[in-house]
């Protein structure tokens, strides 16, 4: 058998965890033709067909399966031996990948990492959203941002950033044709844009100048996807429960209109979470303290997240301009969101 390159080993393992040649070149940032020669090298090396090769998917070979099984512990260890390298390194720099929901990736998330990365150039930034929580050492994640009421993995190590904090919102042409609920038994009343229903029901849960109370409410339409909640609330369908930072924009833009403004809705806690390993990552240290500062901003300490990232980054950029002398530049506008057009994307 000729001698295996450890590159093409590598790139095998990737397309066996992603289950596909473009994927895997996403996340290594290669061609996908670059992938793709690697696993033919490596079956020419073994003499074995290791992956069956369709338009559709890639599956491994039984072959294909028995190698991934002995050379995927020596890769994970691999990448880990080069994270405890990196760690001792003094400037945050090189790739850090992120996992990240979807629900916050176009506002939160986007906002943090522009800002970071203003912060520490040399640090390159992959972000990758999800609904599931990935595998942060068998994938090759450095970091991960997610949204919990309890963390269960004892072998990751996850800081709390804040909570989000929910509110209620609806569209102007909804509350023109229906009215806006005068207190929280009239939602039952309403229809509601409902966030992973149960038959097509859901308990609201809210605090306000009375204590808490719960409601029933129910709707057509939901969905598991917190931008989805926003994006069918913006077209008028009904009332909405939404984390404050997902409704901020939309809510200064006048595309969305707060109803019961008294009343609140604590959701899940925002956690940053990475691989427990001796020594942190120069970058991934960065990176979690950068977050950590920016959501707990002057208090110092995690409790409701704020409506804006840029707002909360914006007060630590400047206050590291101050520092290094650099001025922080602002972030970009958000992008405008049509209200109701009919035939038009509301995206």
Same mark, same amino acid.
């Given at each position: ?7 093409? +080993? ?42 069956? &090769?369709?338009? &559709? ?13 002995? +050379?995927?512990?020596?890769? +994970?260890?691999? &990448?880990?031996? /080069? ?16 996992? !990240? ?47 919990? *009421? =309890?963390?269960? *993995? ?29 207190? +929280? ?8 844009? #409902? ?6 029901? $859901?308990?609201?849960? #809210? ?16 969905? *598991? ?22 409704? /901020? ?12 403004? &008294?009343?609140? !809705? ?16 120069? =970058?991934? /240290? /960065?990176?979690?303290?950068?977050? #950590? ?15 804006? !990232? ?34 038009? $994307?509301?995206?």
């Amino acid at each position: 058998m000729a001698e295996l390159d450890l590159n093409d +080993v590598a790139m095998f393992v990737r397309v066996i965890e992603h289950a596909g040649f473009a994927k895997a070149a996403r996340v290594l940032g290669v061609p996908t033709s670059t992938v793709s020669r690697a696993v033919s090298r490596l079956e020419e090396a073994t003499g074995a067909l290791l992956v069956h &090769r369709n338009t &559709r998917n890639v599956r491994a070979t039984s072959e294909g399966q028995s190698f991934h099984r002995e +050379v995927a512990p020596l890769v +994970v260890a691999l &990448r880990q031996a /080069a994270r405890g390298v990196e760690a001792h390194t003094p400037e945050a720099r090189g790739t850090l990948r992120i996992s !990240a929901p979807n629900d916050l990736g176009a506002t939160f998330v986007a906002g943090l990492v522009s800002a970071f990365s203003e912060r520490y150039p040399r640090v390159t930034v992959q972000v990758e959203l999800s609904v599931r929580n990935v595998d942060l050492v068998r994938e090759g994640f450095d970091v991960a941002l997610r949204a919990s *009421d =309890k963390l269960s *993995d004892s072998s990751l190590v996850a800081r709390k950033a804040g909570e989000l904090e929910a509110e209620l919102y609806a569209a102007p042409s909804y509350i023109a044709a229906h009215g806006a609920p005068a207190d +929280v038994a009239a939602l039952a009343g309403h229809r509601c844009v #409902l966030f992973r229903p149960d038959h097509g029901e $859901s308990i609201w849960r #809210l605090d306000g100048p009375d204590g808490l109370s719960e409601q029933r409410v129910r709707g057509p339409i939901g969905g *598991d996807d917190y931008l989805f909640v926003r994006a069918v609330a913006l077209w008028g369908a009904g009332v909405a429960l939404l984390p404050r930072m997902v409704a /901020a924009d939309d809510v200064a833009a006048g595309r969305l209109v707060r109803v019961l403004p &008294r009343q609140t !809705a604590r959701g899940a806690a925002l956690y940053v979470v990475y691989a427990a390993t001796r020594t942190v990552p120069t =970058k991934v /240290a /960065a990176f979690r303290d950068f977050v #950590l500062a920016s959501c707990r901003g002057a208090s110092g300490r995690a409790g409701v997240l704020p409506s804006s !990232a840029g707002r909360v980054v914006g007060e630590i950029s400047s206050s590291n301009a101050e520092r290094t002398g650099t001025r922080a530049s602002t972030p970009p506008p958000s992008r405008k969101v049509a209200s109701r057009p009919p035939g038009r $994307s509301v995206r």
